[in-house]
């Protein structure tokens, strides 16, 4: 578009078949308006003779038309929207409101018509124009209408033109919510007001005032006089518009959205911004209602809801054919609607997770989607191409007449008019693009919703329904490898009848009719096919509920087989997912397989920080970090399931989530302590001890902890709320439910000692106090979190500490007798608790801390991690190479064993609770064929760990 050329300068003429109706228009025009137009003659004359609409507008209004021969499209079309302002700002009476706006949008209409055929504009700035003009039409009929309820004493004066009534907001749905107006489009409004902020007279009542103020809004812009219409307006995408007056509450409509709100309702809020009056109270009515248009659960079942919405559309009257001829380029087969749906599914069913898609635009959405990879960019293109296609097309149906329609002509002359004005030699031709563009559109939105689902079972017929089971069904369960199979068709047969949680609703229970043969087949696949069946059950029936679930797992098979396989092998993740469904979400994720060690450094702080986001309230971060973290240790979990990850990297992930949640809610601590009792008075850190300071997590670890803090001897109240506050939001349930269990007792003088520990105390402390455990403690201590120059002269300060010089055989005794106590007050459950049997962790745990504080001094630095410290031992001849190389391969396989088990069972396995996939799973983690050969091995590895601890702690 040109912005130094006049507007018709850059038209070119069109091909028109009858030039005699667009010459007799022309003729009839002002003589001195013919003669500065003449070098144009030949394009309006095609333009008035393929568009009747346009020529009248031309007869009625040559100015406007001069204007075109003299001046630029933007500047045209700003001065009529600051001349729809001034209107709103100065007009006397309703009449002459309704007048002034009326002769400015047939000025617009012609102005964006000219620009439109003429090729001055291409689709999106043509649509982007239209709303333009209606965004300022609404603006000045809002104002206007205020001024005159003001001039009654029904509201106050007007003190800002752009928000004349503080409190009331329009907003715009549809395509002029997404700035994608066509030519003659309805426009969709809702009013709503924020009760808080309305500003009416004392002595008026918003529930009657407001309404009759809506309604005349409504008919300047919507009433037919002789001066035509500006906008047909449409209120119905309001909440329950048949019980509902035409505005109501923010608070009335989330109470509704929140209680009763429907897919196609949330398809329609995408689209939504709001167009006049108060800005500041649409967004934040905006912001409430993001969770309801953007669900965090991957939404599936919002696809039946569409596709069932676009069916119905489709098979009214001829859309369902796809003939050129009296085709709906909207509504029918191949048309816009669908390309708009197609872009919505994958928004609604993603938005909630990955914000990057939430744009309300179809084109904008499309290449969203495809650089978000959730469409192919192929097919974005296209759609995007033809959208564009069928909007120009849809905007030329329109011109001819101003009709509200989309319904290409039937007859031939009618769209050979359409034709020409569309760039087309010839009907046949443009009758072949549209075809074209229909058919392609229509199968990419077929294949879409691809979902013809078999309901039998690749053995044979399964039918679930009925009294009594059919022969040829328990044969076929038979043949998968039931044992019992008419009590799992019993089972079935009951779900499907809706007796269980998961099924009691209609749409619950006939996703799965469609899913269960898919489920049979993949619980048979396992090999145990009764035992998984009975886990499964233990999954399904506590679900809370079914729709969304079931629908997930129809739409993503391989996650159907993801998921059985954790229920048949991992019952501790199976009882998650049970009571938190949603969790099958992160499954879909793109980040959910890629290997752990390919995470960026501190991409679990970074994910906490843009989910939490700035400035949010502490309930919020206490939520936001609960949910986040168990999707990622859910994200762990399934790695270790797979055997994708050791126990040590493991570990490290587990270690680095809970680095991350300490990190992010001590902020939120700090910001609510100071909120409740003034600003921080110094500084903190965080000191992380034991599994967490090595570095050495589980799923199911606490976290050993403890708080320093720099300040005077007045500060120690302020830090002792400070920790309250921090060990509450990690440990606390709220309704996301639990985080970490805390453990201070590492910290100095144990229980009996402040919660918070004052910096300069800590030093004489461990130097004239500690216990030779406490030192072995230290030996494991890492800071993460706090202030930077705190933590740095911390750690300096432990290493300097643990360098020391120490009498070698009391550290050694003081650790063995310190063993035996762990061992009578902690005894290992059975051989499978790998941590605290004899020659298990803790053993090897104790070998490298007490060698690394004899032997400090020697070694130079003193290592967190119990895999570095042993290495670093047998580096310096204090274990021999066979020494240091068999402990640390023994730890790296307790270690996986024990990632495995406290994934799948939690604490306290045992094989007997385990099914056959499981045992085999745990023997192939470790090198072996099998779990009691697994057993051997450890018996034989926990036997010589022993014998090491005998040899260089003391015999106990």
Request: aromatic share 6%.
């Amino acid at each position: 578009m040109s912005n130094t050329r006049a507007l018709l300068s850059d038209c070119t003429a069109l091909p028109a078949p009858d030039p005699e109706p667009g010459q007799r228009c022309f003729a009839e025009l002002p003589a001195d308006i013919r003669e500065r137009l003449h070098p144009h003659e030949a394009f309006l004359v095609s333009v008035f003779s393929c568009a009747p609409y346009l020529a009248r507008l031309a007869q009625r209004y040559p100015d406007v038309l001069r204007a075109a021969g003299q001046d630029v499209f933007s500047s045209l079309l700003s001065k009529q929207c600051a001349a729809l302002a001034r209107a709103g700002e100065n007009a006397a009476d309703v009449a002459t409101l309704d007048q002034q706006i009326r002769q400015l949008k047939a000025a617009m209409h012609l102005t964006v018509g000219l620009a439109d055929l003429g090729g001055v504009l291409d689709v999106v700035e043509v649509t982007a124009a239209v709303t333009d003009f209606a965004d300022a039409a609404v603006q000045a009929v809002l104002h206007a209408h205020v001024r005159f309820a003001a001039q009654q004493g029904r509201c106050f004066p007007v003190d800002d033109p752009a928000n004349p009534l503080p409190g009331l907001v329009i907003f715009a749905l549809g395509k002029m919510g997404t700035r994608e107006l066509n030519y003659s489009s309805d426009i969709d409004l809702v009013v709503f007001y924020d009760a808080e902020g309305l500003r009416l007279p004392e002595t008026e009542e918003p529930r009657k005032r407001l309404p009759r103020l809506v309604q005349a809004i409504v008919k300047s812009l919507n009433d037919i006089t002789a001066d035509c219409y500006v906008f047909r307006t449409d209120l119905r995408l309001r909440p329950d518009p048949g019980a509902t007056p035409v505005i109501i509450s923010t608070d009335a409509a989330l109470n509704y959205y929140e209680a009763m709100g429907l897919t196609w309702e949330r398809a329609a809020w995408i689209k939504a911004r709001p167009c006049a009056g108060d800005r500041q109270a649409a967004e934040q009515f905006l912001s409430y209602l993001q969770p309801f248009i953007w669900r965090r659960a991957l939404d599936y079942a919002a696809i039946d809801d569409i596709r069932s919405l676009a069916t119905q559309i489709q098979t009214v009257g001829r859309r369902a054919e796809i003939l050129p001829a009296g085709h709906d380029l909207k509504l029918g087969r191949g048309g816009i609607r669908e390309i708009e749906f197609f872009a919505q599914i994958p928004q609604l069913v993603f938005g909630g997770r990955n914000k990057a898609v939430r744009v309300p635009g179809t084109l904008a959405a499309l290449d969203r989607l495809a650089d978000e990879l959730a469409i192919e960019s192929g097919t974005a293109v296209a759609l995007s191409q033809n959208y564009r296609r069928l909007r120009a097309w849809e905007h030329r149906v329109q011109m001819r007449q101003d009709e509200a329609t989309q319904v290409l002509p039937a007859r031939d002359e009618d769209r050979q008019q359409v034709a020409i004005m569309a760039g087309f030699d010839s009907l046949a031709e443009f009758d072949q693009a549209v075809e074209a563009v229909l058919r392609q559109v229509h199968g990419y939105f077929s294949d879409q919703f691809e979902a013809d689902i078999p309901l039998s079972s690749r053995a044979g017929s399964l039918v679930l329904t009925g009294v009594e089971p059919e022969p040829d069904t328990l044969a076929t369960l038979s043949e998968l490898g039931f044992q019992r199979p008419e009590l799992t068709w019993r089972q079935l047969n009951a779900w499907g009848a809706g007796r269980a949680r998961a099924v009691r609703s209609t749409r619950a229970r006939s996703l799965f009719a469609k899913l269960a043969p898919k489920l049979v087949d993949m619980i048979a696949e396992t090999g145990e096919a009764d035992d998984a069946f009975a886990r499964f059950a233990s999954f399904f029936e506590n679900l809370p509920m079914g729709v969304q679930p079931l629908s997930l797992l129809m739409n993503e098979p391989e996650l159907a087989g993801d998921l059985i396989g954790i229920i048949t092998t991992a019952p501790k993740m199976a009882t998650e997912l049970a009571r938190r469904p949603n969790l099958l979400d992160t499954m879909l994720d793109q980040r959910f397989s890629i290997p752990l060690d390919q995470d960026p450094p501190g991409g679990a702080l970074d994910l906490l920080a843009r989910e939490i986001g700035p400035d949010a309230y502490y309930e919020t971060a206490l939520n936001t970090t609960r949910r986040v973290l168990r999707e990622q240790k859910f994200r762990i979990g399934s790695q270790i399931l797979r055997g994708s990850i050791g126990g040590q990297t493991a570990g490290a992930a587990f270690s680095d989530l809970a680095d991350a949640a300490i990190e992010t809610l001590s902020l939120a601590a700090q910001a609510e302590t100071e909120r409740k009792y003034g600003d921080m008075p110094g500084r903190f850190a965080v000191l992380g001890m034991g599994k967490l300071g090595g570095r050495e997590l589980a799923a199911d670890s606490d976290l050993d902890i403890t708080i320093i803090y720099d300040g005077d001897e007045m500060t120690q109240t302020w830090f002792s709320r400070f920790t309250q506050r921090l060990v509450s939001a990690l440990s606390v349930p709220t309704e996301e439910g639990e985080l970490y269990e805390i453990d201070m007792q590492l910290r100095p003088s144990g229980n009996s000692g402040p919660v918070a520990v004052r910096f300069s105390r800590l030093e004489p402390y461990y130097r004239e106090e500690a216990w030779t455990w406490e030192m072995m403690a230290l030996t494991r201590a890492r800071t993460v979190a706090g202030d930077a120059t705190l933590c740095a002269q911390l750690d300096e300060t432990i290493e300097t500490l643990l360098l020391q010089p120490r009498d070698a055989a009391k550290v050694l005794n003081d650790a063995a007798d310190m063993r035996v106590r762990l061992e009578e007050a902690k005894p290992a459950r059975n051989g499978w608790d790998i941590k605290a049997r004899p020659g298990g962790i803790q053993d090897i745990e104790f070998i490298a801390q007490a060698l690394q504080l004899v032997h400090a001094a020697r070694l130079g630095s003193v290592r967190q991690s119990t895999t570095a410290a042993l290495a670093a031992l047998g580096h310096a001849g204090l274990l021999s190479v066979d020494e240091a190389r068999f402990l640390i391969e023994t730890l790296k396989q307790h270690l996986g064993i024990l990632q495995l088990l406290r994934t799948t069972h939690g604490s306290g396995f045992t094989p007997e609770r385990a099914s056959q996939a499981c045992q085999l799973g745990i023997a192939r983690s470790a090198g072996q064929p099998s779990l009691a050969a697994l057993e051997a091995d450890l018996d034989r590895r926990c036997a010589r760990v022993r014998e090491l601890f005998h040899r260089h702690v003391r015999e106990i």
